[in-house]
C-alpha cells in the first residue's frame, strides 16, 4: 500500500496552511522570542519546534503561489536548521520522534533521500515503536 502525502503529513498546515503575510508575522513574532529564550529554559525546545512548524506551514503556502520556489527552498532550510538543532541540543526532548520524523520528511521533500533514510534510520533505532514509524515507507527504513 503507498502511503499517501496526507498520512505521511497530516498537520493542518499541509491541508490549509494560512496566509503567508500572517505566517512572515507570526513567525517573526517567535523568532524575537526565540532570541530572548535562555538556553536552558525548559520551553526552549517547545519553541524551536514550533518555529520549524512555522516554517514548513510557509512552505506549504508558498508552494501554492506561482513564483514561491525561493521562498519554498528558504522556509525549508529554516525548519530543518530549527528540527536539527532540537535534536543536537535536546536529546532527552519529549517530541524527539516527531522531530526526527518531520526532519526526514523535508529531507524526503526536497529530494535528499540519504538524509531522509538517515533520520528514518535514527527515529526507529531510538524511537522503536513510535507511531511515526508507520508512516514512512519501508523502502526509507531500510540502510
Not at 49 to 74: D, F, T, W
Not at 77 to 97: G, H, T
Not at 102 to 118: C, I, K, M, Q, S
Request: net charge positive.
Amino acid at each position: 500500500m503507498e502511503v499517501t502525502a496526507k498520512r505521511r503529513d497530516p498537520r493542518q498546515a499541509a491541508v490549509t496552511p494560512r496566509d503567508r503575510s500572517l505566517l512572515v508575522k507570526e513567525l517573526a513574532a517567535l523568532e524575537r522570542l526565540f532570541q530572548l529564550t535562555s538556553k536552558a529554559s525548559p520551553d526552549r525546545p517547545q519553541l524551536m519546534r514550533r518555529l520549524a512548524e512555522g516554517y514548513v506551514e510557509l512552505e506549504y503556502s508558498a508552494e501554492r503561489e506561482p513564483n514561491g520556489k525561493k521562498i519554498v527552498l528558504a522556509a525549508r532550510k529554516k525548519a530543518l536548521e530549527y528540527y536539527l538543532a532540537v535534536r543536537a541540543e535536546y536529546p532527552a526532548f519529549a517530541k524527539l520522534d516527531e522531530v526526527l520524523y518531520y526532519a526526514g520528511w523535508e529531507h524526503e521533500r526536497a529530494g535528499d533521500t540519504l538524509r531522509a533514510r538517515a533520520l528514518y534510520a535514527e527515529l526507529a533505532q531510538k524511537f522503536p515503536s513510535s507511531p511515526f514509524l508507520a508512516r514512512v515507507p519501508a523502502n526509507l527504513l531500510v540502510p
